[in-house]
DNA sequence: GCAATTTGACCCCT
DNA sequence: AGGGGTCAAATTGC
């Protein structure tokens, strides 16, 4: 007996297989170019976080929900104590406030928080806390891409150069990204012309699971804004979608 | 008092 | 002109 979630599970997995021999296709042909690869690499990459929503949560939240629950509203003050980024804090923490907490390793003091036109989350602006003191120009923006569960992308930019890293909490194993590192490369030969220093990951807390255990590396966020984000969350095949896979097909 | 966050205002780019 | 990014004064907590 298959359950409802392994079924979806499955469907997830099915998707993404699909979409990654299209990718393959495409990749062997060299027809890159004439055809976008990022609804593939999108679609491949939410099944992944789809699936491993099913595994961290018993009761895991419908493909769609409507953002209009989550619009932007305005951001009670917080004791500091709520601000905690620790593990039991982000067990419960839940709000708009993109504010994974995620430990990458290095101090991080937040300079801004916008409301973004496309997205109905605030993004938020931090920089390193060591920025004037050595003249540390790493910044990263983090925003809540998607609410249930809560998954944030973090888009680091410029280069640590100051030698105060905060240290890397095993309790919050997220995987760190160097920002010199040149991942692209290795993963996607064609992203390889996107400047190196921009790094983006994105950063799934939820309620009652711990964030010690994922953390992703987004390669394609190079190439995709925000609308196009969203246009693929987990969308589920329409005619549109059976059309470009078509279209690919018939490159091979 | 200090450090960190919040948030409205400002600047720059398209 | 509008949107995104940054600044800086005000606020808050320790």
């Known amino acids: 007996m298959v359950s ?3 079924h979806k599970a499955m469907e997830a997995l099915l998707r993404g297989q699909g979409c990654a021999n299209s990718l393959k296709i495409l990749l062997e042909n060299g027809k890159i170019s004439s055809v976008s690869t990022e609804p593939l690499i999108n679609t ?18 419908p ?12 951001m009670p003050r917080r004791s500091s104590k709520e601000k905690l ?22 101090a991080w003091r937040k300079y801004g928080q916008k409301t973004i036109k496309t997205s ?28 249930n569960p809560p998954v944030y992308r973090t888009t680091y930019m410029g280069k640590h150069v100051c030698t105060a890293s ?47 255990d994922y953390l992703e590396c987004d390669i394609n966020d190079f190439l995709v804004d925000d609308d ?8 589920p095949f329409s005619s549109e979608d059976l059309m470009f896979f078509d279209k690919i097909a018939n490159l091979d």
């Not at 491949?44 to 939240?61: E, G, Q, T």
């Not at 196009?228 to 969308?235: G, K, L, N, R, V």
């Open 4 to 6: 409802n979630i392994d």
């Open 44 to 61: 491949i990459l939410d099944s992944f976080s789809l699936v491993l929503s099913f595994v961290d949560s018993p009761n895991p939240p």
């Open 63 to 74: 493909y769609h929900e409507s953002s209009s629950q989550n619009m932007a509203r305005p």
């Open 85 to 106: 980024c620790g593990a039991q804090d982000l067990l419960n923490y839940r709000d708009d406030s993109p504010t994974p907490c995620s430990n990458d390793g290095f």
């Open 120 to 147: 109905p989350h605030q993004r938020c602006y931090y920089r390193c806390t060591y920025a004037k003191d050595q003249n540390c120009n790493a910044t990263k923006r983090v925003q809540k891409i998607k609410d």
């Open 166 to 212: 905060v240290g890397h909490d095993d309790t919050h194993s997220s995987k760190m990204i160097q920002f010199d590192q040149v991942v692209s490369e290795l993963v996607m030969p064609q992203l390889t012309t996107i400047d190196h220093q921009v790094i983006t990951m994105e950063d799934k807390v939820t309620d009652y699971i711990p964030i010690n």
């Open 228 to 235: 196009q984000f969203w246009a693929t969350q987990f969308p």
